[in-house]
């Protein structure tokens, strides 16, 4: 089963959970051979995250599992959907996102798949 993780490191209300869980998993439509009722969206907020970059700032991981390798430019248009999403409903800048694929194992921030 695909499985979306969303941890950020700002607290967040329960609408906004849900809010996040809806663009998570309604977006995953945008990679071949998913869909919203056979995937998992676990949004855990109020995490410790840092990165070594600035203290303090509200950041979040996103960790995509999908069972396959999709394309990387199926990839890139979730993770483009993502990001907006956490950028408007939980204020966090693109910069400071940061996804992680089960196809493409590397960490890259959120401002890659906008520009």
Not at 17 to 29: G, H, M, R, V
Not at 68 to 88: Q, R
Request: with cysteine; net charge negative; proline share 7%.
């Amino acid at each position: 089963m695909p499985y979306v993780q969303v941890r950020v490191s700002v607290p967040l209300t329960q609408e906004q959970i849900e809010k996040l869980a809806a663009e998570t998993l309604n977006s995953i439509d945008l990679i071949p051979g998913k869909s919203a009722p056979v995937t998992m969206a676990e949004i855990i907020p109020d995490c410790n995250l840092y990165f070594g970059t600035v203290d303090g700032e509200p950041c979040a991981i996103v960790d995509v599992a999908a069972n396959n390798s999709p394309d990387s430019t199926d990839l890139k248009a979730y993770s483009k959907h993502v990001c907006k999403a956490l950028n408007e409903i939980a204020g966090i800048e693109l910069g400071r996102i940061y996804i992680k694929h089960h196809a493409n194992p590397e960490w890259h921030t959120g401002r890659m798949f906008i520009e």
